[in-house]
């Protein structure tokens, strides 16, 4: 079982930062690959960014590509989300997820791949 905290959303102006963190308890956090989602009201849940378990490997949605970057931190057991140059298009509720991986390399993009969900932060992007 792993447990996922995230934190860090707040309310930002258009063009603004902020950095949004999840902090994963209860297992060993190097076994599992990380990724991060949002959902919007009324929308469906959608991938945003994911980082192998070795963090070796990244992948970003074309929505956020080169605004944000994931990074991860095994003596916190804790992955990022840097997000710049924010857009009202991108407020949204933020979930990190976690999923065991065989593979030191592989990185996870659909919701049904992970097997762990935090609780989500609320992101909004005024204009």
């Known amino acids: 079982q792993v447990q996922l905290v995230e934190s860090g959303g707040g309310l930002v102006q258009a063009g603004g930062s902020l950095r949004l963190s999840c902090a994963a308890s209860?297992?060993?956090?190097?076994?599992?690959?990380m990724g991060w989602f949002r959902q919007a009201p009324g929308k469906e849940r959608e991938f945003v960014s994911a980082?192998?378990?070795?963090?070796?490997?990244?992948y970003y949605a074309d929505s956020v590509k080169g605004r944000v970057t994931i990074s991860r931190d095994s003596a916190k057991s804790t992955v990022y989300l840097q997000m710049n140059s924010l857009k009202p298009e991108d407020t949204a509720v933020y979930f990190c997820?976690?999923?065991?991986?065989?593979?030191?390399?592989?990185?996870?993009?659909?919701?049904?791949?992970?097997?762990?969900w935090g609780q989500g932060t609320q992101v909004t992007v005024s204009s």
């Open positions: 980082i192998s378990r070795s963090g070796g490997s990244i």
């Open positions: 997820a976690a999923v065991r991986s065989a593979s030191s390399g592989s990185y996870y993009v659909r919701v049904g791949e992970y097997e762990y």
């Open positions: 209860g297992r060993t956090f190097s076994s599992y690959a």
